[in-house]
């Protein structure tokens, strides 16, 4: 390290000693993007920064289950290191933990010095450079959604909504949330400095709707991602469970991650608006919702990636299954809200939950890239309630569909790189196999009484 480094290391130490903190959490976004992270202790924070530290590659090829997907590096190379340095730009002090504070690490391949080739914030920035070169600066919007879930011993998951309350779709105050869970939880992730602007209760009794700030699309992928991990954190301090799940029970709807998203050009200005453009729109933006709508079945494997996200899909669930865009329409998988100026962007509604933030921004902007580079125009706006198989094609009904779009589709997966593209397909597809083998609740009840 340089001494400049080093006086800049050891001026952050100084700062978190006098605010209490003793611990520096370093947290990293795997393939899926659930928080990986070790605790350093403040007095070794210089050596963390200096030499890294190491962790199994293969934890980016690691199930929920604790399986390992035989992606190539992993365990075919002997299960070799990644390297994590703290990025010390992002560090913040937990408000819920005494004495902790927390920052993003910067995960290398020890062998090249390079960013190890599954890191989804790396990919982003991959992705955020050939916008570059195209004189355009991703803005992004995150709009996310989850259920809050407490212990319901004796039932089959252990766990039920917190709480179960019906119609309270756009309310907050205590008859939604009588445990005032989304107030106590804002005022945290506000203290985080994640950038939080507004919540309420959603749809399903237990669901709730946290927005965050527009930002430059790094910036707004770290705080998504910070953002779903404090969440669950939280809600685990208390008993319970919060959970991105795309749709956690068959009763009712899906928890929906959306992202608006605009463009500045190099002077700050809004490439998207352009008053004399058809629908206010410029054709910047024209081309890009062209490119999203192109490479809409590629980009649902990003968007919906797991065998859970396609049971979210489905008449009269608001989830857009079909390929359409259109002028404030929510039915829509690309709505164009009514502002302009610089409020001009356009809305992509096709992402749920479990999506990792880093990888979903990554793909659309991807996607609006390439129709920025074709140059096409979009087809006419879809008008009146959509979800109509006659006037729009369908997305991949299932992973494994969305998967071989993904596969299928060169021209994304060439700006996404062959790294990339090939680990998350292995490990998907591993995913895919392992639900094939096994047996389910559904299964029993339908078949071993009569069969």
Request: charged letters at 20%; one cysteine or more.
């Amino acid at each position: 390290m340089s001494a400049s480094d080093t006086a800049d290391i050891r001026r952050h130490m100084e700062r978190l000693a006098a605010e209490g903190v003793d611990v520096v959490r370093v947290v990293y976004p795997d393939l899926i993007g659930t928080d990986r992270a070790r605790d350093v202790l403040l007095d070794h924070l210089p050596s963390a920064c200096d030499h890294g530290l190491a962790f199994c590659r293969a934890v980016y090829h690691t199930s929920p289950q604790g399986d390992v997907a035989a992606v190539a590096g992993g365990l075919d190379a002997g299960l070799p290191d990644v390297t994590v340095r703290p990025d010390l730009s992002t560090l913040a002090v937990l408000p819920w933990e005494p004495g902790v504070a927390a920052c993003l690490g910067e995960v290398t391949d020890p062998a090249t010095g390079a960013p190890a080739p599954e890191s989804p914030r790396d990919l982003l920035r991959t992705v955020l450079a050939r916008a570059a070169e195209q004189g355009l600066r991703p803005i992004v919007g995150p709009e996310l959604e989850y259920f809050l879930l407490e212990p319901a011993p004796g039932t089959p998951t252990g766990w039920r909504r917190s709480p179960e309350t019906t119609g309270s779709v756009y309310t907050a105050g205590l008859r939604a949330d009588p445990a005032n869970h989304l107030l106590r939880t804002l005022r945290h992730l506000r203290d985080l400095g994640l950038g939080v602007i507004t919540g309420n209760h959603e749809f399903d009794g237990g669901q709730y709707e946290i927005n965050l700030t527009h930002s430059a699309a790094l910036d707004a992928a770290d705080r998504a991602f910070r953002f779903k991990a404090a969440v669950k954190e939280l809600a685990r301090q208390e008993g319970n469970l919060a959970t991105f799940m795309a749709k956690p029970f068959g009763d009712a709807g899906g928890s929906g991650f959306h992202l608006h998203l605009s463009c500045d050009d190099e002077d700050g200005g809004n490439v998207f608006d352009d008053p004399a453009g058809s629908y206010g729109l410029s054709a910047t933006a024209r081309h890009a919702v062209a490119g999203i709508v192109a490479h809409a079945p590629a980009l649902a494997a990003l968007a919906d990636p797991t065998v859970n996200s396609y049971k979210r899909f489905g008449p009269d669930t608001l989830a857009p299954w079909l390929i359409d865009w259109g002028l404030d329409n929510r039915s829509a998988m690309v709505r164009i809200p009514p502002e302009r100026g610089r409020g001009a962007r356009l809305e992509l509604r096709l992402g749920d939950a479990s999506a990792n933030p880093y990888l979903l921004i990554a793909g659309t902007i991807a996607a609006a890239l390439l129709g920025v580079r074709a140059g096409e125009e979009p087809p006419p706006p879809l008008e009146g309630y959509g979800y109509d198989t006659t006037r729009s094609a369908m997305l991949p009904q299932t992973l494994s569909a969305a998967l071989d779009a993904l596969e299928a589709d060169t021209a994304l997966t060439e700006v996404l790189g062959k790294a990339f593209t090939t680990s998350f397909l292995t490990y998907k597809r591993d995913e895919l196999a392992r639900f094939g083998r096994h047996v389910t609740d559904w299964e029993f009840t339908e078949y071993a009484y009569h069969l």
